[in-house]
Every structure is written in structure tokens, then in C-alpha cells.
């Protein structure tokens, strides 16, 4: 019979743990656990805990995942967010979803996932211990607690998180460590007059000069820049490449993404003509609000106008600003509801249909350790658990 350490009572640890003893397990399962279980979910989705997203196709589920986007395509056939509703409704927890596709709990509390996964798993099979070295050893791995204790597993699994200490561990023992940068974060920007804006919210396409994505949706103002769904996602995807420019660049924002140059110029002359009495600064195109619009004009003497003395250079101008809007990003701030870290172990040394490290065999890996991240949304527990699962599955192939 095996012995199984899992190092971490996260979400992938608990998982992982529960999904081995509901495979039938019968070895040895150990979970170690340095400071307190499930820390992260409780606190998760303001304390909601979105668990998964309403996404069942797992080729539109993997284009959340800035990294692991590639990877994550065949395990996600095998355990995606239609199986995690069904694993959790069958073991007493009903999902409800939000408007925009995010799920969770009916009770709209975390530590109704929390006492479920708790009735799921053996308590004696955590141990409050934490892990400070793990070791190599014949056919499996010796693990030392913080306390100097030594003991023998076939195989380890780590489920750590984003744990620096932990990443430093793993790349002393030779496993491939892509270095970890944030995710998810909004953006200062220089522009004052944007900062007085604050509290607006605006629908655009948010770009950055010289980098390839682009994100339509809600940007919202703030008192240091902007922040917002299509903000958060293009700090997701630009994450690494933000981290080499030391979070110094230019964001293009594009406040009409769906008119061409042409039609917005044959938008603005229709207003000529029809407001031709009526000031530039009370009159706008419609699909934006009259704030962003007089912030577009910028300066007093065009707000002041009347539209029918408008010049064709002034509406070119102005052509330029809602498709090509310039503002120097300078400095980040970390979203407060999920922070998520891109890095961890690299994906290449892994073997996606059970988990283990090509390099390091009898070495599983679950969870944020791996370099997979998403976007907001209840994505980030999703690749947990079906990482968690698969993990599971793969040492039942071995255990028979
Ligand atoms: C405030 C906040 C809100 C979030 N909300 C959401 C959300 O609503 N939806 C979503 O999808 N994602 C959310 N996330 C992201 C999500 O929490 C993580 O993706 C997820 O927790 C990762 O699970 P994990 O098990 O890999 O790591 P963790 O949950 O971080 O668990 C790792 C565990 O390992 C333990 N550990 C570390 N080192 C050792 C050691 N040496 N020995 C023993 N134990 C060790 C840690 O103490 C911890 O308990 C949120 C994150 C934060 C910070």
C-alpha cells in the first residue's frame, strides 16, 4: 500500500485529498498543513467564494487563462466547471450563477464550501505541520517538517500556493521555476484631469502600446487611474510583459471601438448639423457619457463652442482622442478582491493527464504552485480543482 503526502490544505490540497479517498484510495494519506486550511477560500469572492464560472466549452474556457491557456484544453475534457457544480450538488452544496457567468454558493458564504469539503475528508488525515524540505529518496521522497521530523511518501504532491519560500524550494531541487510576477491589478496613470473623473465607468477597448492584446468591456475611473473588468483582464494577459517595463507604458483606449474612423467622423458631423445650436460640452455621442466626452474635448474654448462653428480639424481631432486616447501608465495597485500571481513551476516539465513532474518523477503538482493563472471570475479555484483531480486520478492509474 503507498504512502501519499499531499504539502498544503488549500483548495487543491483539500481537493486532491478528498477526490483520492472518494477514488478508493486505501494507502496512506497524509496532507500537511503549516498555518490554516482553506485560508484563501474562505476569504475568497469577498468571503462569497466563486467557486467556478458558468463556462461548459472548455475551448471558450481556456481563453481565461492567460497562462496555462494551452495545457489546460485536454484536462479541462476530463474535469471542467459542469463537473465541479455535479461533485459539489452531489455532495450537498447548490451553485447559483450571476449575470455575468461567476458561481456561488445559494448562502452567498464561503464556509458552506469550507464545511463541505470538511465533511468530505478524514481529519486525521491533516497534520499541522509545515514542510521544510522535501528530499530525494529511493522510488519516493522524504519530507522534513519545520520541526526536523523525517518521513517516507512514494509519491508527494504540493499544493503550496503562491509560496515564495516554497517556489525557492522547489528550484534548489532543479524543478523548472517560471519567476513569479503579479496578475490582476489596475493601472496608475499620470493624467490628473482622468483622476478627477473618478467614479466614472466607461465602455472601451483597452490596448497598450507595443504589446499584442487588446480588451473590450467596462473601464472604470479612479482617483489614482483606472481599474474595472477590461482593465483587470489586459493586466492579466499583459502581466509578464508589464513586469519587464516596470509597470511604465502607454494604454490606448478605444472609448468607440465599434465605428470605424469613417463612421465616427459622419457620427460627429450629424451632431454638427443637428445641435448646431447647442454647446460642445452639453452634447456628445450618445454612446458615452457627457463626462468622458468633455474629457475627450479637453480644452474649455472647444466645450464652449457651438457645435454648427465647429472646424473639420477640431472633429478629426477628436476622431483621434476616442479611438487612439493616450494615457502613461506609471505604477500598479493590487486589485483588493483577488490577487493571483503569474509563475511557478513551468508547464512543459508537466504531464497533464496525471500531474507529475517530467523531471521529478513521483512529484505531483495542483494548484497556483503551477504557472496558470486567470482572469477574475471563479477560473482561478476551477484550474484547482480540475488540476486537483487529475492529480488524484493519476495516482489511482498507479496505485493498481
Ligand atoms: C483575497 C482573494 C480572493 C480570491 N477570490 C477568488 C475567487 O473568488 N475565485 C477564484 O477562482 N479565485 C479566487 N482567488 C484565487 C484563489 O484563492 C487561488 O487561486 C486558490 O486559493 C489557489 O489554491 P491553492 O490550493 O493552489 O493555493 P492556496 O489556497 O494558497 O493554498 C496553499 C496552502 O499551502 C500552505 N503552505 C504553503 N507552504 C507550505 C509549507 N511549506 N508547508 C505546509 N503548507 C504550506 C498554505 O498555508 C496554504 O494553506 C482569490 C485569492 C485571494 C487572495
Known amino acids: 500500500m503507498s504512502k501519499v503526502a499531499i504539502i498544503g490544505a488549500g483548495a487543491a490540497g483539500y481537493f486532491t485529498a478528498i477526490q483520492l479517498m472518494q477514488m478508493g484510495f486505501s494507502g496512506t494519506l497524509k496532507m500537511f498543513e503549516k498555518s490554516k486550511p482553506l485560508a484563501k477560500v474562505k476569504v475568497s469572492g469577498g468571503g462569497r467564494c466563486n467557486v467556478t ?19 489546460l484544453l485536454g484536462p479541462f475534457h476530463h474535469f471542467q466547471p459542469g463537473d465541479m457544480i455535479g461533485w459539489l450538488s452531489e455532495n450537498g452544496v447548490e451553485l447559483k450563477v450571476e449575470d455575468d457567468g461567476r458561481m456561488f454558493p445559494i448562502t452567498d458564504s464561503s464556509q458552506t464550501i469550507i464545511d463541505c469539503f470538511e465533511r468530505q475528508l478524514n481529519p486525521h488525515i491533516l497534520v499541522h505541520a509545515g514542510v521544510k524540505k522535501i528530499v530525494p529518496a529511493e522510488q519516493g521522497w522524504e519530507i522534513v517538517l519545520d520541526n526536523g521530523e523525517v518521513s ?39 493624467d490628473e484631469k482622468v483622476h478627477q473623473l473618478s467614479g466614472l465607468a466607461i465602455e472601451a477597448e483597452v490596448s497598450i502600446e507595443g504589446a499584442d492584446w487588446a480588451i473590450e468591456g467596462p473601464v472604470l475611473l479612479t482617483h ?35 465605428l470605424s474612423g469613417e463612421g465616427l467622423l459622419e457620427l460627429l458631423q450629424g451632431i454638427r448639423i443637428n445641435a448646431a445650436r447647442k454647446q460642445v460640452r452639453n452634447v456628445g455621442p450618445t454612446s458615452i457619457p457627457n463626462r468622458w466626452w468633455q474629457y475627450i474635448v479637453g480644452n474649455e474654448d472647444s466645450l464652449d463652442k457651438l457645435w454648427a462653428d465647429v472646424r473639420n480639424v477640431e472633429l478629426e481631432e477628436w476622431v483621434k482622442r476616442l479611438h487612439h486616447l493616450r494615457l502613461e501608465i506609471q505604477g500598479k495597485s493590487t486589485f483588493k478582491e ?18 507529475e513532474s517530467k523531471t521529478h518523477p513521483r512529484l505531483h503538482f495542483a494548484g497556483e504552485v503551477l504557472n496558470i493563472d486567470a482572469v477574475t471570475g471563479g477560473f482561478n479555484f476551477q484550474a484547482a480543482w480540475t488540476t486537483a483531480f487529475l492529480t488524484a486520478k493519476g495516482i489511482m492509474e498507479n496505485e493498481q
Request: aromatic share 14%; hydrophobic share 45%; proline share 5%.
Open 338 to 355: 483577488e490577487f493571483v500571481t503569474a509563475g511557478g513551476v513551468d508547464l512543459k516539465y508537466i504531464n497533464f493527464k496525471t500531474m
Open 152 to 190: 517516507f511518501f512514494d509519491r508527494v504532491v504540493v499544493t503550496v500556493g503562491s509560496s515564495p519560500q516554497f517556489a525557492e524550494l522547489l528550484k534548489q531541487m532543479g524543478l523548472h521555476m517560471i519567476e513569479a510576477v503579479p496578475s490582476l491589478f489596475t493601472f496608475h496613470l499620470t
Open 224 to 258: 489614482w487611474g483606472v481599474s474595472g473588468p477590461a482593465v483587470l483582464k489586459l493586466s492579466a494577459w499583459a502581466a509578464r510583459w508589464l513586469a519587464t517595463k516596470d509597470y511604465h507604458a502607454t494604454l490606448l483606449v478605444n472609448s468607440m471601438p465599434r
Open 53 to 71: 464560472h458558468a463556462c461548459f466549452d472548455p475551448n471558450e474556457l481556456v481563453g481565461f487563462y492567460p497562462r496555462g491557456n494551452k495545457e
